[in-house]
DNA sequence: GGGTGTGAAGATTTTCACAGCA
DNA sequence: TGCTGTGAAAATCTTCACACCC
């Protein structure tokens, strides 16, 4: 099924949301809209799309719901990740707790420099990047995060590439280019300011 | 001018870029395309919206796109931002240089632990919460940008909305619910990577 | 009554095709 | 020739309206 881009995107954002309920048995495409800041109608055809229906008048079942998403989307299985580039952000991702919680396992991490992967603190495997390869194809990696300055950033997400990643989130403010198969994402703070300012009345 | 929403967010990446060019003089809407990751057909349709106009043949004269793109969308005026949550992310973000090159001034940080204000090491001036709104007012800071665990994060919206912020950067991962005239943004890493796995093949 | 499900209408966005120009 | 500029066509996405159900 080839799904609509932002249908994803929603879908994406409304798992997120029943991941973090708890004690909720039903709930109505309202208050998922509400959640997720879209209407009602929306989330009902979204949800509709893939296949999976409600109870009239209760709403959604939120176990049923979040497992049928997850299994049409492929959100149910755990994803290994790794990070490179261990400055501030990258350290402060590296325990980011929310990425544990939502099936996504950071298991390396790494950096050129010798010196900072000394000083860091983490339970998390921390290496140098000549091991890049073999770690992310020992452990099965899949997704690689990008936390390096900009200017190594496209020589890094070619080694993650060339290790077996299959898809690439970049903090690093340059577009990177990758082949057509490689799943890419970028997460650029200095435009989302920009994106709000643009908005801003004067 | 009711420019789409897809549009702007275009516009901002082609602003960003241009912004890092050095030494180029002219540049065509295909270069563009290429660097944010569309193609030229939009980008020409997206200058064309604003009423720009290029050079045939030549393509769009970059300091003069600068220009005009930053007038049409209120990107040549510098704002001033803050940061509340000075964990790992926020202080790795209170030293971002991006932001200064890009015309966004971090004046001050807010975390309500006076031991980690004290720990912290950086110019920018770092505060207690209660603080906040004479800072804000004081500075006329204009954007908010919120690095606290989810569980405080609307209620530092709703502070900083009274301190008189107009928009709002959040990187907590829940919804934030702003009254209409807020601009707000969210970035969610774990929905980037979640998006990105829904597009994995397997 | 208060929710879902969905075809169809409507709105928006993207793509195309080609004129125009240096 | 190689690029912009743009109306029109095509594609996509959102919204609506209403049947249906507990």
Redesign the pocket.
Known sequence: MN?????IA?ICKVFGYLNSLEDTNF??????ALAIG???????????IL??????????DVNALKNELGSKLNLNKKRKACIVGLGRLGTALLDYEKFQKDGFEIVAGFDNSINKLERIKTDIKVSADIYMKDIIKENSIELGIITTPSKVAQEVADKLIDAGVKGILNFSPIKIVVSEHIIYQEMDFTNSLRFIAAQLED
Chains 1, 2 share one sequence.
């Open positions: 799904l609509p881009n932002n249908t929603r709930i109505s495409s309202k208050e998922l879209t209407t009602g109608h929306t989330v009902r055809k979204d949800i509709s296949g999976i229906t409600g109870y009239t008048r209760k709403g959604y």
